[in-house]
């Protein structure tokens, strides 16, 4: 059998449902561990390259959406308080093959980038407990916080028609001005992912 399994539709609900409910059942329709469809948009006017990565040029970025929570651990965190450093949105669940695959792409890419600006953040979503997020953690030795989001609010908050996660996982770059420069949807290798970061650590 596959690692990941698509998630059962849950059952119609009625019109009067609120909407911060609707809102939790739209993220989790997103495909788990699939890759989504990333074609070209006149909004973000970003590029598909052959390394399956979309980019901005820096005059056509769109600020990222405020992004804040709590983390896997307990701990307030804001997208904002990294302003002025390259950071690096990884949306994973402990659950996700693709996502255990990347995992030590992703915890040796972080370190290797920590003292040059960059930093990693995950959104870590559809785990319904934070001990399953932090045991994988824990095995996979990742240096940097998660989000914990298990209903998917968070991915919610990029607009429509932005370089938005479409699927788990998905990678989003923010450059310095907290502006979003570059999407991968699916597991990156670390090839892929050094391709995403070096660029925008060369920019000032």
């Not at 965190?77 to 690096?88: M, T």
């Not at 949105?89 to 960059?118: D, Y």
């Not at 996979?140 to 996660?165: A, E, I, Q």
Request: net charge positive; charged share 25%; aromatic share 4%.
């Amino acid at each position: 059998m596959s690692a990941c399994r698509a998630p059962r539709r849950l059952p119609g609900r009625r019109r009067t449902t609120l909407l911060a409910v609707g809102a939790a059942l739209t993220a989790l329709s997103l495909s788990a561990c699939g890759n989504g469809t990333s074609g070209g948009s006149t909004q973000t006017k970003f590029v598909q390259g052959e390394n399956g990565i979309a980019t901005v040029a820096e005059a056509d970025r769109k600020p990222a959406p405020d992004i804040s929570g709590e983390t896997t651990r307990g701990k307030q965190l804001k997208l904002a308080d990294y302003k002025g450093k390259v950071v690096i949105l990884n949306v994973w669940g402990s659950w996700c093959g693709p996502c255990i695959a990347e995992a030590g792409n992703f915890t040796k890419v972080a370190k290797e980038t920590a003292s040059k600006g960059v930093q990693f953040v995950g959104i870590n979503t559809r785990d319904s407990e934070k001990s399953q997020a932090t045991n994988f953690e824990d095995e996979h030795g990742v240096p940097y916080p998660s989000l914990f989001d298990p209903t998917g609010k968070l991915m919610l908050r990029f607009p429509k028609g932005s370089l938005n996660p479409q699927s788990i996982p998905s990678t989003i770059a923010v450059d310095r001005q907290g502006r979003i420069a570059a999407r991968s949807i699916g597991p990156l290798t670390e090839d892929q992912l050094r391709k995403m970061v070096t660029p925008l650590m060369a920019e000032k």
